[in-house]
């Protein structure tokens, strides 16, 4: 199970960031990635990037300069900072477990406002 | 820049058969590309359908089979019922790790 959590609220030009907490299984297991997918309101989804355990990363092309996902297997986490936001950036925010780099399963996805 | 592309909308009679399709602006869509397949209705989180093509998700009906169908992958709903009423989501893998969504099919069964 996947549960998102973070700032529903970010003003623009800051850092968004949210974490992705894993239950019932190993973050560190080196059969996944770990995923975000976004879908801003009223629109399609958008796949943003994901992360293996040993913190290699894949990134949307056009995210690559503001976006970092990154593992803390400590703590059966991982995360998404988002930098530099803008309305544009408002969205429901979901994390994934993915095979290679197709998501398998979903959190429940939490609303992020972009807004002063 | 490659685009993924879906029919916008598509309507089927209950009971009926039909086939969304999953393209590419330049190229064609191959097993290489791991088509995948999300149902989601209004409100709610994307349901995982169909990944490597034709692989069915856990708890996912046989109504819902995937394929390649000439140059694109095809996500087939036999026997279509009411709440099949939905947007299709097709994601492929670009190579890189990198994965693009195509912009949905909202489905109608009337």
């Known amino acids: 199970q996947l549960q998102e959590s973070g700032p529903g609220l970010v003003k623009p030009s800051e850092t968004l960031s949210l974490t992705c907490t894993l239950s019932?299984?190993?973050?560190?297991?080196?059969?996944?990635?770990w995923g975000w997918i976004r879908q801003p309101p009223g629109k399609g989804l958008e796949w943003i990037g994901s992360?293996?355990?040993?913190?290699?990363?894949s990134y949307k092309p056009s995210l690559k300069s503001r976006i970092t996902i990154s593992v803390d297997m400590s703590k059966n986490q991982f995360s998404l900072r988002l930098r530099s936001v803008t309305a544009a950036d408002t969205a429901v925010y979901y994390c994934?477990?993915?095979?290679?780099?197709?998501?398998?399963?979903w959190g429940q996805g939490t609303l992020v406002t972009v807004s002063s | 820049q490659t685009v993924v592309t879906q029919e916008p909308s598509f309507s089927v009679s209950p009971g009926g058969t039909v086939t969304l399709t999953c393209g590419l602006t330049?190229?064609?869509?191959?097993?290489?590309?791991?088509p995948s397949w999300y149902q989601q209705t209004p409100g709610q989180t994307p349901r995982t359908l169909i990944y490597?093509?034709?692989t069915r998700s856990s708890g996912v009906p046989d109504r819902f089979s995937g394929s390649i169908v000439g140059n694109k992958a095809a996500l087939t709903i036999t026997g279509a019922q009411a709440d099949d009423e939905s947007v299709y989501y097709c994601?492929?893998?670009?190579?890189?790790?990198?994965?693009?969504f195509g912009g949905g099919t909202k489905l109608t069964v009337l």
């Open positions: 994934a477990r993915q095979g290679g780099a197709t998501p398998l399963d």
């Open positions: 019932g299984g190993s973050i560190s297991s080196d059969r996944f990635y």
């Open positions: 992360v293996y355990y040993n913190g290699i990363t």
């Open positions: 330049s190229g064609s869509v191959t097993t290489t590309n791991f």
């Open positions: 490597s093509t034709d």
């Open positions: 994601l492929l893998h670009m190579g890189s790790g990198i994965s693009v």
